[in-house]
């Protein structure tokens, strides 16, 4: 059986990406994991309001401020997701997660609205 030797860094990035992975997938991993995640809900609750808000004629919002809010929690769920991806211990099998592809969807509208 031929076993593989990790240099420092590799075996370092190792505990760093499960770590991370943990923490995301995890809220049970740790107290920070667990504040994320009690946070991650709301986060979740308030962009979709947001977006019902702005179906409101006249919207109670200025365009320009929920434009800005909306873009905002749209790059962190985005930033989050490639995160997600790149400790992920099988990135073969990511985007097979339903939930994965939901987030994967969530980004669509940042990107048109980029392009």
């Not at 505990?15 to 991370?20: A, K, Q, S």
């Not at 809900?41 to 979709?48: A, D, E, F, G, N």
């Amino acid at each position: 059986e031929t076993r593989l030797k990790l240099t420092r860094t590799q075996a370092r990035h190792g505990i760093w990406t499960g770590r991370i992975w943990r923490f995301l997938e995890d809220p049970d991993s740790g107290r920070w994991a667990s504040s994320y995640a009690s946070w991650a809900s709301p986060i979740i609750m308030m962009s979709v309001m947001l977006t019902f808000i702005q179906t409101i004629v006249p919207c109670p919002l200025d365009r320009i401020v929920a434009a800005a809010l909306e873009t905002i929690v749209e790059v962190f769920w985005s930033v989050e997701l490639i995160v997600r991806f790149v400790v992920s211990p099988n990135r073969k099998g990511f985007f097979t997660n339903f939930y994965s592809v939901l987030d994967l969807l969530s980004c669509f509208p940042l990107l048109l609205r980029a392009g």
